[in-house]
């Protein structure tokens, strides 16, 4: 499926980056970034739930200009994978690079989060288990990259995980494209 994001940096992508995460929330399904693409929103995309974020690499670059907002925001989700695509800050106005409250089940596996020292002005990764449930199960993997962020690069409370780099890989199969 196609959801007609642009990927040039200046169009605004987020509804379509919104709509693809919709459709592959809850399914377990794939919203893929191409390579050499840079994806402006200027909203934080939300419902991120049992779905993977998976890029080519550095150049799948998701650029946050959502003022007052995480970029990406978990809430009480499961099973999520964020792979292989960069998070841009540097715009200044977002206050988190990835957020997740009462999330479990979590892979972030080589991502890059540069707040371009004007950005992230909280965190670059937030785990916030606040409430009755924590955050548990959470994976920062395989050279992950927090930097420049203007706040903390890590931020964590009632937490339960591990950070390591343990080569861990879900399977490769075709996801919805942006």
């Known amino acids: 499926m ?3 994001a642009v990927g040039d940096g200046t169009t605004d992508d987020t509804d379509a980056l919104q709509n693809a995460i919709s459709v592959a929330e809850g399914t377990g399904g794939v919203v893929w970034l191409p390579a050499n693409s840079t994806y402006l929103i200027t909203s934080g995309l939300t419902d991120i739930d049992n779905m993977i974020l998976r890029g080519s690499g550095p150049t799948s670059v998701i650029l946050a ?14 099973n999520i994978r964020f792979e292989n695509f960069q998070i841009d800050g540097s715009s200044g106005t977002a206050t988190y690079g990835i957020y997740m409250n009462e999330t479990v089940q979590v892979t972030i596996d080589q991502v890059i989060i ?3 020292g004007v950005g992230f002005t909280s965190a670059g ?5 606040d409430g009755d449930d924590n955050c548990f199960a959470v994976h920062v993997t395989n050279a992950t990259w927090v930097t420049s962020c203007v706040g903390d690069g890590l931020w964590a409370m009632r937490v339960r995980g591990r950070f390591d780099d ?7 199969h075709e996801g919805y494209g942006v």
């Open 166 to 172: 343990d080569g861990g890989r879900a399977g490769r």
């Open 65 to 78: 200009n959502c003022s007052g907002e995480p970029a990406l925001q978990t809430r009480g989700a499961s």
């Open 2 to 4: 196609d959801f007609g």
């Open 125 to 129: 990764i937030a785990l916030d288990g």
């Open 114 to 116: 540069d707040g371009g």
